[in-house]
């Protein structure tokens, strides 16, 4: 059973910095693909950042410069590591394996 588990989600002000963590299990981690996405009230999910198999990173261009996706192979975890917030940040963000399993999503709130 394929499980994803986000943590570290809360609120923070604007300009600040919050770090969101996926543990994932039942998967083979270091060689699947982790994605962040985000969910705003109101619009589509988006993707924010990819991190394929290997030390390759993509982001979105609303977040490159700000956002940085790592993962710990040794841990099955990915991580986003998220800085100088904005409100329009604000969303439920969620893990992604393989484009196919889902984690249940943290609340990221960005306070002005």
């Known amino acids: 059973q394929v499980q994803l588990v986000e943590s570290g989600g809360g609120l923070v002000q604007a300009g600040g910095s919050l770090r969101i963590s996926c543990k994932a299990s039942?998967?083979?981690?270091?060689?699947?693909?982790m994605e962040w996405y985000r969910q705003a009230p109101g619009k589509q999910r988006e993707l924010v950042a990819s991190i394929p198999v290997g030390s390759l990173t993509i982001y979105s261009d609303p977040v490159k410069g700000r956002f940085t996706i790592s993962r710990d192979n040794a841990r099955n975890t990915v991580y986003l590591q998220m800085t100088s917030l904005k409100p329009e940040d604000t969303a439920v963000y969620y893990c992604?394996?393989?484009?196919?399993?889902w984690g249940q999503g943290t609340q990221v709130t960005v306070s002005t």
């Open positions: 039942g998967i083979v981690f270091s060689t699947s693909a």
């Open positions: 992604c394996a393989n484009r196919r399993w």
